[in-house]
T-cell receptor, first 115, second 111 residues
Framework: DAKTTQPPSMDCAEGRAANLPCNHS???????VYWYRQIHSQGPQYIIH???NNETNEMASLIITEDRKSSTLILPHATLRDTAVYYC????????????????FGKGTKLSVKP | SQTIHQWPATLVQPVGSPLSLECTVE??????LYWYRQAAGRGLQLLFY??????ISSEVPQNLSASRPQDRQFILSSKKLLLSDSGFYLC??????????FGSGTRLTVV
């Protein structure tokens, strides 16, 4: 089962920031927060990941609370092409073998960017 | 750079027919490989993963099997397809530290 909770859907106006929340209250000390998105009929695409510090790359920013029980993915200037299902996933990065590090998807948040 | 190839892109098969989907990875050695399925309107479900040649782990009981005959080749098979096998099948590889890279997927329709 997925270890995260996300709202099922969100709307955002084009050009505005999209803030996607994720709750992961049972996250372990060795688990990172990963974000992926899936545009319709395509494979999921990696966006960003982090452990406890805020992270930023060319696609998005990731804000993780100090207690690590929740995080927010920020798309600073959403475009119509950002319409997708966004998945928040927690997993360790070290190769523990077995199934501990497998990427398990929940239902995600369907983000609709509107003109 | 690493690339992942998955084919075919679409497939229509009759019930009871066999299935073979192939996935290959280039530009990396000893990757972890995965097969996922997404049924219509549903989430992504992990079917199989492999940490090495000949090593296959199944996450859910089903009508499908997987094999890894070579380091960078992962095959999903079925001897007799069911209607419920229809879906979007995705192959992925991981170097574990950076995350997963997914293929472009195969849309399978069983009729």
């Amino acid at each position: 089962d997925a270890k995260t909770t996300q709202p099922p859907s969100m709307d955002c106006a084009e050009g505005r920031a999209a803030n996607l929340p994720c709750n992961h209250s049972t996250i372990s000390g060795n688990e990172y927060v990963y974000w992926y998105r899936q545009i319709h009929s395509q494979g999921p695409q990696y966006i960003i990941h982090g452990l406890k510090n805020n992270e930023t790359n060319e696609m998005a920013s990731l804000i993780i609370t100090e207690d690590r029980k929740s995080s927010t993915l920020i798309l600073p200037h959403a475009t119509l092409r950002d319409t997708a299902v966004y998945y928040c996933i927690v997993r360790p990065t070290q190769n523990y073998g077995g199934s501990q590090g497998n990427l398990i998807f929940g239902k995600g948040t369907k983000l609709s960017v509107k003109p | 750079s690493q690339t992942i190839h998955q084919w075919p892109a679409t497939l229509v098969q009759p019930v009871g027919s066999p299935l073979s989907l192939e996935c290959t990875v280039e530009g990396t050695s000893n990757p972890n490989l995965y097969w996922y399925r997404q049924a219509a309107g549903r989430g992504l479900q992990l079917l199989f993963y492999s940490v090495g040649i000949g090593q296959i782990s199944s996450e859910v009981p089903q009508n499908l099997s997987a094999s890894r005959p070579q380091d960078r080749q992962f095959i999903l098979s079925s001897k007799k397809l069911l209607l419920s096998d229809s879906g979007f099948y995705l192959c992925a590889w991981s170097d574990f530290n950076y995350g997963y890279t997914f293929g472009s997927g195969t849309r399978l329709t069983v009729v």
